[in-house]
Nanobody
Framework: VQLQASGGGTVQAGGSLRLSCTASGSIFDSLAMRWYRQAPGNQRELVAVISSGSGGTTNYASSVKGRYTISRDNAKNTVYLQMNSLKPEDTAVYYC?????????WGQGTQVTVSS
């Protein structure tokens, strides 16, 4: 499985971005999908999680709850991260990952920069 993230960019504080992560292969709907982020000098932080299948279960880091929404479209093999009310502290490289025990798949990062 290969994951390709896109949608990053530079936005002013208060703005919005939508990240996409598209997977190759045929097992996407079996993958639990996650978005992480890593700011310079910081550890990688789990931002949002969506369950496999229909994606009926989602969880968010407290720092983004109410502002970010994770969703998935299995027909397109794609997971999304809608980011609203962005803050400068949201600036980071964002990574998508897929998990199907025992394997963990990673995509390349996409840079999100929020200017004040």
């Amino acid at each position: 499985v290969q994951l390709q993230a896109s949608g990053g960019g530079t936005v002013q504080a208060g703005g919005s971005l939508r990240l996409s992560c598209t997977a190759s292969g045929s097992i996407f709907d079996s993958l639990a999908m996650r978005w992480y982020r890593q700011a310079p000098g910081n550890q990688r932080e789990l931002v949002a999680v969506i369950s496999s299948g229909s994606g009926g279960t989602t969880n968010y880091a407290s720092s983004v709850k109410g502002r970010y929404t994770i969703s998935r479209d299995n027909a397109k093999n794609t997971v999304y991260l809608q980011m609203n009310s962005l803050k400068p502290e949201d600036t980071a490289v964002y990574y998508c990952s897929g998990f199907l025990w025992p394997k963990h798949y990673w995509g390349q990062g996409t840079q999100v920069t929020v200017s004040s």
